[in-house]
């Protein structure tokens, strides 16, 4: 069998993967071969860029602004980009011979052999689900085990259509077996299955299993749920981040007002899914930083020096959540001005 590389997202099936499956003939071959047709995702990591871009503003008589970005914000595209509805955009399929009960067995074993390793108990998430059933009918009406069908979104794509959790991981195991225990049993059987059910980073799961003849079509899509904060909770997360920073280079807290127009700036970012195109008018002589994140209450790197600046006395936040074609899956575009 083709080991399956845990580092890769999505990529990487062997010959057997790629067959049609004969269901009759399936049936006559040792339970060895289930083995086979198994194909498991490794986790993937979704980097929100740390990319800062930095401005200082001058005295309206001085010459015009220049622009300095980090290497990484260097080859930024400027093309728009429209922001991707949150509501489920996935054909209604009616879903008349999914397996309620095998999917409740698989999350109770998964969540058994969790707890052996010390790992936290999964939360079954219904958006996930949706998705994981949506992908396992996938499955069943080509008779083959694929992450990705053509034609078909990517896992973060899909799961973005139909669920409002804000994940920055997530991984997916697909199998075909005959019955919940069983199938956990051959997963747990393969490193890379393994690895995912096991994962202590996971935190919510979405199973759908389709039933066809006499096989199972399991799909199980795992993520790391984050908090789900509101465009203040972001803001007072950044400025308990930015005061701590100025303590620990030992200076003065800076005292917040925040801009009327910050938000609608951070916004504009995304909607543009560029750092670039903060609209932002700020006071002469102000330093102004713009990057995404996921974690509020971290700074991107590089930020160090502007914040801690002595000549610093005050700072306004702007915040916006969005989901665009470089985030699928959300992510805080933010807007911090130093004066």
Partial sequence: MSEVDPS????????LDRQKLDGPNLMHRATRLLLAFLLGAGSATMQPATRLVAMTVPAPAS????TSEAPEAS????????????????????FTNYDVETE????????ESRKQAGAPL??????LSRAARIHAQAMVAA???SHQFDGEPSLSTRIADISNLRLDQEGENVALDYDAHHGHEHLM???PHRANLLNPAYNVVGLGVVRSGDHLYIVQDFGHALPNYSSADVKNRVAMAVNQLRHQARQQDLQRRDLATADSAACSMAHANSLGAASISPTAGATVLTYTSLHPEVLPLGSEHAIAGRNQRSF???ACYGRTDTYPMGVYWVVLSLE
């Fill in 316 to 318: 306004s936040i702007g």
């Fill in 104 to 111: 409740q067995q698989l999350l109770a074993l998964a969540n």
């Fill in 8 to 15: 890769q997202d999505l990529v990487g099936q062997s010959d």
């Fill in 63 to 66: 010459a015009p602004a220049a």
């Fill in 75 to 94: 080859g930024e595209q400027a093309h728009k980009a429209t922001l991707k509805p949150v509501a489920a955009n996935a054909p209604n399929i009616p």
């Fill in 189 to 191: 059987l393969s490193p």
């Fill in 143 to 145: 008779q083959q085990l």
């Fill in 122 to 127: 999964l939360v079954l998430d219904a958006g």
